[in-house]
T-cell receptor, first 117, second 115 residues
Framework: AQSVTQLGSHVSVSEGALVLLRCNYS??????LFWYVQYPNQGLQLLLK??????LVKGINGFEAEFKKSETSFHLTKPSAHMSDAAEYFC???????????????FGKGTHLIIQP | DGGITQSPKYLFRKEGQNVTLSCEQN?????MYWYRQDPGQGLRLIYY???????QKGDIAEGYSVSREKKESFPLTVTSAQKNPTAFYLC??????????????FGPGTRLTVL
């Protein structure tokens, strides 16, 4: 069974500082990996996803993530935090081998990003 | 504009009552999903449907029921058998059934509170 671990339920950074949100997964086969963002009382919006090919994935709003198979990680980064980045961030995995794309994603518990002025 | 709509945005229910949450999409997507979100718990899959008139249980289906009579609609009923229904409910869809790695598109959610 696949699982996703997000280290840190809350992360606080200063405006202009580096943002690093950690995600580790477990899967018996190479997965598809996703990062979503959620603003209060709203649905989820896709930031970026890894399918195949280049392991460094660029997404919207200046975010990027790197797939590291040896570390089973897919950490999300942004060089310079902005106040508008304050939100909840979810890492998710879809297992290629089990048809996970059809039967839903497995989500981490989320990381609340706080931006200090 | 294409998208997913969920209604109502806020819903209050008395204990023992069944309630139905609406999810409609005009994206012409094949597959639809229902997730439940609790604080600090992430999202958990309740039901999903890959095609009209067919649906499958997710990880936490007990106390819920769904139907998929039309491609664009996937309503969720929270029954009185669901012991702790207060949560934020999210509906999602993907363009193609059975294709691993499809991006899931989410609606704005319905917040259900049991009084």
């Amino acid at each position: 069974a696949q699982s996703v671990t997000q280290l840190g339920s809350h992360v606080s950074v200063s405006e202009g500082a580096l943002v690093l949100l950690r995600c580790n997964y477990s899967s018996s086969v190479p997965p598809y990996l996703f990062w979503y963002v959620q603003y209060p009382n709203q649905g989820l919006q896709l930031l970026l996803k890894y399918t195949t090919g280049a392991t460094l994935v660029k997404g919207i709003n200046g975010f990027e993530a790197e797939f590291k198979k040896s570390e089973t990680s897919f950490h999300l980064t942004k060089p310079s935090a902005h106040m508008s980045d304050a939100a909840e961030y979810f890492c998710a995995v879809s297992d290629r081998g089990s048809g996970g794309g059809a039967d839903g994603l497995t989500f981490g518990k989320g990381t609340h990003l706080i931006i200090q002025p | 504009d294409g998208g997913i709509t969920q209604s109502p945005k806020y819903l209050f229910r008395k204990e023992g009552q069944n309630v139905t949450l609406s999810c409609e999409q005009n994206l012409n997507h094949d597959a639809m999903y229902w997730y439940r979100q609790d604080p600090g718990q992430g999202l958990r899959l309740i039901y999903y449907s890959q095609i009209v008139n067919d649906f499958q249980k997710g990880d936490i289906a007990e106390g819920y029921s769904v139907s998929r009579e039309k491609k664009e609609s996937f309503p969720l009923t929270v029954t009185s058998a669901q012991k702790n229904p207060t949560a934020f409910y999210l509906c999602a869809s993907t363009p193609t059934s059975g294709r691993v790695g499809d991006t899931q598109y989410f609606g704005p959610g319905t917040r259900l509170t049991v009084l």
